[in-house]
């Protein structure tokens, strides 16, 4: 069937003899890969990008002093904090930046709402990043040199420190920073966060407080600094988990009385929708506020007059005073930025990269393409939480799925290099075995088995496991049961690539006598289906790249994570691999050795892909495509490493000159309360 390769050979040296090796089943090794990088950037020191520092004299956007005389806001001094983050200069490629003018973004996402305390997305595509801001962030860091790769960069948080065993993290706030209805941001709104979300069993939100840091605690000392306890010793990895949509306080000022805990009439469900789609504006405390949200067509965000970031000369940020959502499609987002009637897309989409590609070359081409690494890669999730079936079907077939040989006969069954094709036709597409993408730092081919196309294998194992088409209708039918083997499929409805993705899986599995039914979900309510765990099997994009980053969604760290497997009534069912799987997030985020961290993600990488804990298909590239009337777009901003590039481009300190700016929907406006 599957042979040993000299590659992984060597990777098995330590558990097996070169004779008992050669006779175990295992896979192949990797396929060679061909990188389509070509982006060269210099690598800077962490402190070189931003500080926090107060300045002599602060200026605004000019629309904003008329405000400031009509009494409307304070004046710009008493807005900002006592020590603003300050965007050094040197680390701008074009510099101190212009005010006004809009930055049109493109998006196939949907606001479900604005409380992304409870888990709740605004549609993707940066309207999160736009409005959340996290203790910590992850997204400068592509350009920070190894030297001084010490973890996450500060944000809300601008310093902390370690006790001596590492077992208490204390962090420092920035001080005097305000909600953008003017609120004092402090330890007030990171205790709500935390003890009444993140700890909160009937609140989905996006960290767990048995997955951070192995169960922390948080006290708070006093209206700037807080720590977090934590149950073993950690490290500076830890701390990862507070940035992107995981470690990012909302405004308790507003939600405290919509929570149940504090509101004996209300309800999870209302807490859920306390910050609905459609109510805006709401207390943000990201550079830019919604004002505006027309379903299926736009959402309009303006300036936040109280962002606490400036520039060195006391310019506050950011220099751009609207920002444009359109809602339409993520393909659309590719299509408009090529043609320049959109201003950024992270061109991820395979169906477009020949004709964008083309079309870049052209020098007055309003955007330039250039590829990255591979960090996007799409896999199928199959349910293992039997114990939690509803049906007896259900059940037979969650029981398959926990079975290796059931999972080799369907990775064996994908024509890896035909669902590439299908994307897109060119050097694009690598196969995907799950777990890291190979753009990842961790990612390492030697550590990834490969199972190669096989179908005859597949069916041989099928066989092997009683499987047999009983009744004739070139389908097989389960043992059990007797039923057909029918795997409901579920994927994004707006996602066109993962749709072809479907397709060609479908016709591939069909040969192998599966029948695939693909089943679409509107993105919007995508998460919930998938937290609730009422479903078979997922087939999307996934982006795993770091261990600390979305952890809950690719491996089993707590009873809700990963939701392709959740912990019953009488506790996880847990597959062999599953617990050192756990053991090895909870080692990698316990030290800080960068040699040690390497080898628990081999290990781990080893392990996701040997026992293909997810079916993994292709993986591929991303360019990034900013509208070259745009400044400050440091080049070599890589689509998705440690963050997506809404984050990595820093995007309060871009900026148009004046004479190239697009005109304001609703100039001269703030967001009123
Ligand atoms: C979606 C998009 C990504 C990126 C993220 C940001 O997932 O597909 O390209 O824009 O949103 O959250």
Not at 25 to 32: Q, T
Not at 164 to 179: P, Q, R, S, V, Y
Not at 506 to 524: C, F, N
Not at 622 to 645: C, D, I, Q, S
């Amino acid at each position: 069937m599957t042979h040993v390769k000299p590659l992984l050979g060597s990777l098995l040296a330590g558990v097996c003899g070169a004779a008992l090796c050669a006779t175990a089943v295992v896979a192949d090794a990797m396929p060679p890969e061909k990188s389509l990088s070509g982006v060269q950037y210099e690598l800077i020191g962490r402190d070189d990008i931003y500080s926090y520092k107060a300045l002599d004299s602060y200026q605004q956007a000019p629309f904003l002093d008329a405000l400031v005389a009509a009494g409307k806001l304070p004046p710009v001094k008493d807005r900002l904090p006592k020590e603003p983050v300050v965007f050094k200069t040197g680390a701008m490629v074009d510099g101190i930046g212009e005010y006004g003018g809009v930055f049109r973004h493109v998006i196939g996402g949907r606001p479900e709402g604005f409380n992304w305390l409870a888990g709740q997305h605004q549609g993707w595509g940066g309207i999160n990043m736009a409005v959340q801001e996290c203790l910590v962030r992850q997204g400068p860091r592509w350009q920070v040199k190894a030297e001084e790769q010490t973890g996450p960069l500060p944000n809300l948080a601008k310093s902390w420190e370690w006790n001596a065993d590492m077992t208490e993290l204390t962090m420092h706030l920035i001080e005097g920073a305000k909600w953008s209805d003017g609120d004092a941001f402090d330890t007030a709104d990171v205790a709500f966060w935390f003890n009444d979300n993140v700890e909160d069993e009937n609140i989905a939100s996006r960290i767990t407080a048995g997955s951070f840091g192995g169960g922390a605690a948080l006290e708070v000392i006093d209206d700037y600094t807080f720590k977090f306890v934590f149950p073993s010793a950690q490290s500076n990895t830890v701390i990862e988990g507070l940035a992107y949509i995981q470690g990012c306080p909302g405004p308790s000022h507003l939600l405290k009385d919509k929570h149940p805990k504090y509101n004996s009439s209300a309800r999870y469900d209302d807490y859920l929708n306390a910050m609905p789609s459609d109510a805006v504006p709401m207390p943000v405390l990201g550079a830019w506020v919604p004002v505006e949200h027309k379903p299926d067509e736009i959402v309009i965000l303006r300036r936040n007059p109280y962002y606490w970031k400036v520039d060195e000369a006391g310019n506050q940020l950011p220099y751009i005073n609207e920002m444009h959502f359109k809602l339409t499609t993520w393909d659309d987002r590719t299509t408009q930025a090529v043609a320049g009637t959109g201003d950024f897309s992270n061109m991820e989409n395979p169906g477009n990269f020949v004709e964008a590609l083309k079309q870049s070359q052209d020098p007055n081409a309003p955007v330039s393409a250039k590829f990255g690494p591979r960090t996007l890669a799409w896999r199928i999730e199959l349910n293992y939480a039997a114990n939690m079936a509803s049906t007896e079907y259900d059940k037979e077939l969650r029981n398959l799925f926990r079975n290796l040989d059931f999972r080799k006969a369907l990775s064996h069954a994908i024509d890896r290099d035909a669902v590439g094709q299908a994307l897109a036709r060119g050097p694009f597409a690598y196969p995907y075995m799950g777990g890291f993408a190979s753009g990842s730092p961790y990612y390492k081919a030697e550590a990834t088995f490969f199972t190669p196309f096989d179908q005859a294998s597949s069916k041989e194992i099928l066989a092997g496991l009683g499987l047999a088409d009983t009744d004739g209708n070139g389908v097989l039918n389960l043992p059990g049961t007797g039923e057909d083997l029918v795997i409901d499929m579920t994927y994004k409805a707006q996602r066109n690539d993962d749709r072809k993705q479907i397709d060609a899986v479908t016709s591939q599995l069909a040969e192998i006598g599966i029948r695939v039914l693909p089943k679409s979900v509107d993105e919007t309510s995508f998460d919930p289906m998938r937290n609730s765990g009422d479903f078979t099997a997922i087939l999307q994009r996934a982006n795993f790249i770091l261990p600390t980053r979305e952890t809950c969604g690719n491996l089993p760290v707590s009873d809700i994570c990963p939701a392709f497997h959740l912990a019953g009534a009488e506790g996880r069912d847990m597959l062999p691999f599953e617990a050192e799987l756990g053991e090895l997030v909870t080692k990698f985020t316990s030290t800080d050795d960068a040699a040690l961290q390497a080898g628990y993600a081999d290990r781990m990488q080893t392990l996701l892909s040997e026992n293909i804990y997810n079916v993994g298909l292709v993986q591929v590239p991303a360019a990034l495509l900013v509208n070259k009337r745009v400044k400050n777009a440091h080049p070599g901003t890589p689509v998705f490493m440690y963050e997506w590039a809404e984050d990595s481009v820093i995007r309060e300190r871009l900026w148009v000159p004046a004479d190239q700016q697009i005109g304001e929907l609703l100039q001269g406006t703030v967001a009123e309360y």
